[in-house]
């Protein structure tokens, strides 16, 4: 592997690290920021604070839930990506993060409106292949990760 990013969190550097992976802490992979829905799932939210919910999800511009709005997201991965772009390093980039990152990165990639943001399924553990030739991002691949994708590193 030529250059390998993750998120802060321990989750992200305690799976690069069982990859074998020795990489750069970046704080715009880090996972959006959910405020005091922090740790909840969705099923949780439905009960707790439904309107809410259906408010967000229905305008995630909005964060009723006091943190991070989708766009913040979409806007920090969007910089993140593109400072990719603009690299003149070349090789083999990994990043490992989270899944609302990972929506952004496809979205800002397929240049795809924030409404999509929902309308893609990230599996944990999951693979998501974006390409580059220095001057555009294709979307090439998502799945699952097979017990031989991390023998090329």
């Known amino acids: 592997m030529d250059q390998c990013w993750?998120?802060?969190?321990?989750?992200a550097r305690e799976t690069a690290a069982a990859l074998g992976l020795s990489p750069t802490v970046d704080?715009?992979?880090?996972?959006c920021d959910f405020g005091r829905w922090a740790g909840l799932r969705f099923n949780q939210l439905i009960v707790r604070e439904p309107l809410a919910f259906v408010a967000w999800v229905r305008n995630p511009s909005q964060a009723p839930h006091g943190?991070?709005?989708?766009?913040?997201?979409?806007?920090?991965?969007?910089?993140?990506?593109?400072?990719?772009g603009r690299?003149?390093?070349?090789?083999?980039?990994?990043?490992?993060?989270?899944?609302?990152?990972?929506?952004?990165?496809?979205?800002?990639?397929?240049?795809?409106q924030l409404p999509s943001f929902w309308r893609?399924?990230?599996?944990?553990?999951?693979?998501?292949e974006l390409r580059t030739n220095g001057r555009r991002w294709v979307f090439r691949a998502?799945?699952?990760?097979s017990p031989h994708d991390h023998d090329h590193t």
Request: a neutral charge; hydrophobic letters at 45%; charged letters at 25%.
């Open 27 to 31: 704080e715009r992979l880090k996972d």
């Open 6 to 11: 993750t998120s802060p969190a321990v989750r």
């Open 142 to 145: 998502m799945g699952e990760i």
């Open 87 to 112: 690299s003149k390093g070349g090789g083999h980039m990994v990043a490992i993060t989270h899944a609302s990152v990972i929506r952004a990165a496809i979205l800002h990639v397929i240049q795809a």
């Open 67 to 84: 943190g991070e709005t989708i766009p913040q997201v979409m806007a920090r991965v969007a910089d993140w990506i593109d400072e990719r």
């Open 120 to 128: 893609i399924d990230v599996l944990p553990l999951s693979r998501t």
